[in-house]
Nanobody, 125 residues
Framework: QVQLVESGGGLVQAGGSLRLSCAAS????????MGWFCQPPGKERDFVGA????????TYARSVKGRFAISRDNAKNTVFLQMNSLNPEDTAVYSC??????????????????WGQGTQVTVSS
């Protein structure tokens, strides 16, 4: 069973950058598509982006396209979320998730099988 642990969150000023990491345990990480989601205070969980199992394709929410980038290192069982040009609206708990079914990358929460606990990102104005 894969377990996911996020790290790298914190407090950053508007315009700044953060790099989140999601470390996975278990031998099947390289077969999973990985997604990043965020949950702003008092709101539902939103899709941020996803990456295919071998890292050959990515997809992003419109709100982060051009600012955020997802990558992965399967040798280290880790997926990354590079966040640039952050603004206060990006304040949220960010979680990574793994999807083991084959097929196109998906933004649906219910399509992901395993979730991490999340890491808080706070952007001050």
């Amino acid at each position: 069973q894969v377990q996911l642990v996020e790290s790298g969150g914190g407090l950053v000023q508007a315009g700044g950058s953060l790099r989140l990491s999601c470390a996975a345990s278990g031998p099947t990480f390289s077969t999973a598509a990985m997604g990043w989601f965020c949950q702003p205070p008092g709101k539902e969980r939103d899709f941020v982006g996803a990456i295919s199992p071998r890292g050959l394709s990515t997809t992003y929410a419109r709100s982060v396209k051009g600012r955020f980038a997802i990558s992965r290192d399967n040798a280290k069982n880790t997926v990354f979320l590079q966040m640039n040009s952050l603004n206060p609206e990006d304040t949220a708990v960010y979680s990574c998730a793994a999807r083991f079914a084959s097929g196109a990358l998906t933004s649906r929460v219910d399509d992901y099988d395993i979730w991490g606990q999340g890491t808080q990102v706070t952007v001050s104005s």
